[in-house]
C-alpha cells in the first residue's frame, strides 16, 4: 500500500448537489459565507473553469464513477426524468450498470476501503453503492433528493432516523467522521465518497441561520431588489402553464443557511483529518454535479455572469466549483485549465500509482495539478432531454476557448468565445463560421462515436 516508501493517500471525494460555480465566496459570492471552503481553496488548487458533464445529476454522477460520458453510457438524464415537448425525450437507461468498471471498484482492488454516504441516485436495487464496490454505504437509495425534508425524521433508505429535528447535512458528517475515526490508517488508506444532499431543493436550513442571512440582507439592501426577472413560458408539456423565473441576484437567507451549513461541517471534517494526523496525507476534491438552481422550483440561487442554470447547455447549467488538495503533490493556487468530471477516475488512479482504466472518456489532469503543461483537448455534453428548468435539448463542445451549443429543437447552433464572453451574449457563428463547423463537425463525430441518442419530433405536438 505505498507509493515508494509512502503510504498511498487517502481519497475524500465531497460532491455537493445543485451548487452553482458562484455559491461560496472563494468563487466570488458577496452574500453567502463559507470561510472554511475558502481555507481550503487557498491551501490547494482551485479551478474556475471545471465542468460537469452534464446539466443534471445522475449523468453527472455516473461520469465521475466511470469515467465516461453520459452519451457513452446511455445514462443521459435524472433517472426518473420524462417529458416532452416539439420533441420526445430520448431513450435513457435507468440506472449505473452493474458490470461497468468505476472507481471504488478498482480503489477496492486496490487495498483502499470504500465508503459511500449521501445521495447515490443512480438506480434502484439492486444498482445501491453497495453492489457497485463500495464496502459501506449510508443514506445511499433511489431517492434525487430529501422527500420528507432536511431534519429528522427523514426516512430515507440506508439511514436511520436520528433525533428530531437532527440536520441531515449535520448526520452525513457525523456518519463520516465516525468512519474516519475507527479506522486503522496502518491496515489500508481509506476512499470516503461523500455525496452531500444539500443544496437541492426542499431549500431547508436551521431557522437561527435563516434569521442571521435575513439581517444580512437587510444590511445589504439586497431585501429591497427584486430578485426575479419572468420569462418565456416553459417549452416542456408539463410547465406549459409556468413561466422560467430567472434569480438575478444571490439574496436567499434559506439557500445561504444551507451553504453555511455545509461550511460548517467542512470544518468539522477537516478538523477531524487534523486530529488524526491524516489531512496532508488525504487528497480532497470538492465539486458539484451540475449548476446552481437558478431559472426555476423556486429560483433560489444566481450564477452570474454565467448564463441560466441546472439543465441548461449553458455555462450556469455545467461549470462548477473544483477544489483539490493533496499536498505532497498538488501545487497551491488558481488554474484557467478545463476539465470535466470523466477526469477524476484516471486522474486518481495516476496519482495513487495505479494503472489508468481502458475504455474511458476522461483524461489525467495529473500535469495540472503539479503546474505543468496540459492541453485537455475538446470536452462534450449531451443532454436530449427537456429540463424542468427550462432548457432544450441540446448537445455541446468546448475545445480551447470556444463553446458550441447544437440545439436540438430548432437544428441550429451557437458559437461562443468563453475567454471573451463567459457570458455567452455573443454568437459568433456567422462571423466566424469556419470556427463553428469545425466544432459542430467534431461534436457531430463524437455523438457518433458514442452512440449518442437523438430526440424524436413530437408528432402530436400542438402549441401552446
Known amino acids: 500500500m505505498k507509493?515508494?516508501?509512502e503510504m498511498k493517500p487517502n481519497i475524500l471525494f465531497i460532491?455537493?448537489?445543485?451548487m452553482g460555480w458562484r455559491d461560496l465566496g472563494c468563487y466570488g459570492s458577496e452574500f453567502y459565507e463559507s470561510p472554511n471552503i475558502d481555507q481550503l481553496a487557498k491551501d490547494g488548487l482551485l479551478f474556475d473553469n471545471a465542468y460537469a458533464a452534464c446539466p443534471v445529476c445522475s449523468p453527472t454522477r455516473a461520469s465521475i464513477l466511470t469515467g465516461k460520458y453520459p452519451a457513452s453510457l446511455e445514462l443521459t438524464n435524472w433517472i426518473g426524468g420524462k417529458t416532452r415537448g416539439k420533441l420526445i425525450d430520448a431513450p435513457y437507461i435507468d440506472h449505473l450498470p452493474l458490470e461497468e468498471n468505476n472507481i471504488a471498484k478498482s480503489l477496492k482492488e486496490s487495498g483502499y476501503?470504500?465508503?459511500?454516504?449521501?445521495?447515490?441516485?443512480?438506480?434502484?436495487?439492486?444498482?445501491?453503492?453497495?453492489?457497485q464496490g463500495f464496502d459501506v454505504n449510508i443514506g445511499g437509495c433511489h431517492w434525487g433528493h430529501p422527500w420528507k425534508g432536511y431534519f429528522s425524521p427523514y426516512s430515507i433508505e440506508n439511514?436511520?432516523?436520528?433525533?428530531?429535528?437532527e440536520y441531515l447535512t449535520d448526520r452525513l458528517t457525523s456518519e463520516a467522521i465516525n468512519l474516519i475515526e475507527k479506522h486503522e490508517e496502518n491496515e489500508q488508506p481509506f476512499?470516503?465518497?461523500?455525496?452531500?444532499?444539500?443544496?437541492?431543493?426542499?431549500?431547508?436550513?436551521?431557522?437561527?441561520?435563516?434569521?442571521?442571512?435575513?439581517?444580512?440582507?437587510?444590511?445589504?439592501?439586497?431585501?429591497?431588489?427584486?430578485?426575479?426577472e419572468i420569462g418565456d413560458t416553459f417549452p416542456c408539456e408539463h410547465k406549459k402553464d409556468k413561466k422560467?423565473?430567472?434569480?438575478?441576484?444571490?439574496?436567499?437567507?434559506?439557500?445561504a443557511s444551507m451553504i453555511k451549513s455545509l461550511d460548517e461541517n467542512i470544518g468539522r471534517l477537516i478538523n477531524t483529518l487534523k486530529e488524526k494526523e491524516l489531512y496532508d496525507n488525504t487528497l480532497i476534491i470538492f465539486t458539484s454535479d451540475n449548476g446552481g438552481l437558478a431559472t426555476a422550483e423556486g429560483s433560489p440561487t444566481c450564477n452570474a455572469p454565467l448564463s441560466e442554470g441546472k439543465g441548461w447547455m449553458y455555462e450556469g447549467g455545467v461549470r462548477e466549483p473544483l477544489i483539490m488538495r493533496y499536498p505532497a503533490l498538488i501545487?497551491?493556487?488558481?488554474?484557467?485549465?478545463?476539465?470535466?468530471?470523466?477526469?477524476?477516475?484516471?486522474?486518481?488512479?495516476?496519482?495513487?500509482?495505479?494503472?489508468?482504466?481502458?475504455?474511458?472518456?476522461?483524461?489525467?489532469?495529473?500535469p495540472v495539478l503539479k503546474g505543468d503543461d496540459f492541453k485537455r483537448g475538446p470536452i462534450f455534453w449531451h443532454y436530449p432531454h427537456y429540463g424542468n428548468q427550462g432548457g432544450t435539448p441540446a448537445a455541446s463542445i468546448r475545445d480551447g476557448n470556444y463553446k458550441l451549443i447544437y440545439f436540438f429543437e430548432e437544428e441550429c447552433y451557437k458559437l461562443y468565445d468563453l475567454e471573451k464572453d463567459i457570458e455567452e451574449k455573443f454568437d459568433l457563428s456567422g462571423t466566424q463560421p469556419e470556427?463553428?463547423?469545425?466544432?459542430?463537425?467534431?461534436?457531430?463525430?463524437?455523438?457518433?462515436?458514442?452512440?449518442?441518442?437523438?430526440?424524436?419530433?413530437?408528432?402530436?405536438?400542438?402549441?401552446w
Open 244 to 255: 422560467i423565473t430567472r434569480r438575478i441576484i444571490q439574496s436567499d437567507p434559506a439557500y
Open 159 to 165: 439511514l436511520d432516523d436520528g433525533e428530531s429535528g
Open 435 to 463: 470556427v463553428a463547423k469545425k466544432l459542430h463537425d467534431l461534436l457531430f463525430k463524437w455523438l457518433e462515436d458514442a452512440k449518442g441518442k437523438i430526440p424524436e419530433k413530437n408528432q402530436e405536438y400542438i402549441p
Open 15 to 18: 460532491l455537493i448537489d445543485d
Open 331 to 366: 501545487k497551491e493556487g488558481i488554474t484557467s485549465q478545463y476539465i470535466t468530471s470523466t477526469d477524476f477516475y484516471p486522474t486518481i488512479m495516476e496519482l495513487i500509482g495505479e494503472p489508468q482504466p481502458v475504455t474511458i472518456d476522461g483524461k489525467s489532469i495529473l
Open 191 to 228: 476512499f470516503l465518497n461523500l455525496w452531500y444532499y444539500t443544496v437541492h431543493t426542499p431549500i431547508q436550513g436551521k431557522q437561527e441561520y435563516i434569521t442571521y442571512f435575513e439581517e444580512k440582507a437587510e444590511k445589504m439592501g439586497l431585501d429591497q431588489v427584486e430578485p426575479y
Open 3 to 5: 507509493i515508494g516508501e
Open 113 to 131: 476501503a470504500t465508503w459511500h454516504i449521501g445521495k447515490w441516485h443512480l438506480g434502484k436495487e439492486p444498482f445501491y453503492p453497495q453492489h
